[in-house]
């Protein structure tokens, strides 16, 4: 009903950036919160940024002053501009959407993006 499509990953030398794209399409309603995870290589996977219900942000402390969430309302749409990346921001990101209002079925629910690879080495 809700797919949710990334893109933007790939290899990036220690002090580049990258920008991150999670479009989500489908029986749409409304969607409350929409953000950013990553997981390392054998670690959960962890909050880096992300949008809240009323409009406010969260940042994981190893990541503020670097990344920059950002997005698109009308269109779903929201983006993760990653500047100075570090090697050990190397992981799978992924999108995620938070309590989505469909237009097919009453409740709320969240969805996954598929995930993308951020590799930061020199």
């Known amino acids: 009903q809700v797919q949710l499509v990334e893109s933007g990953g790939g290899l990036v030398q220690p002090g580049g950036s990258l920008r991150l794209s999670c479009a989500a399409s489908g029986s749409i309603f409304r969607i409350n919160a929409m953000g950013w995870y990553r997981q390392a290589a054998g670690k959960q996977r962890e909050l880096v940024a992300t949008?809240?219900?009323?409009?406010?942000?969260n940042y994981a402390d190893s990541v503020k002053g670097r990344f920059t969430i950002s997005r698109d309302s009308a269109k779903n749409t929201v983006f993760l501009l990653m500047n100075n990346l570090k090697p050990e921001d190397t992981a799978v990101y992924y999108c995620?959407?938070?309590?989505?209002?469909?237009?097919?079925?009453?409740?709320?629910?969240?969805?996954w993006g598929q995930g993308t690879q951020v590799t930061v080495s020199s």
């Open positions: 995620k959407a938070d309590k989505v209002v469909l237009t097919t079925q009453l409740g709320e629910y969240d969805y």
């Open positions: 949008f809240v219900s009323g409009g406010s942000i």
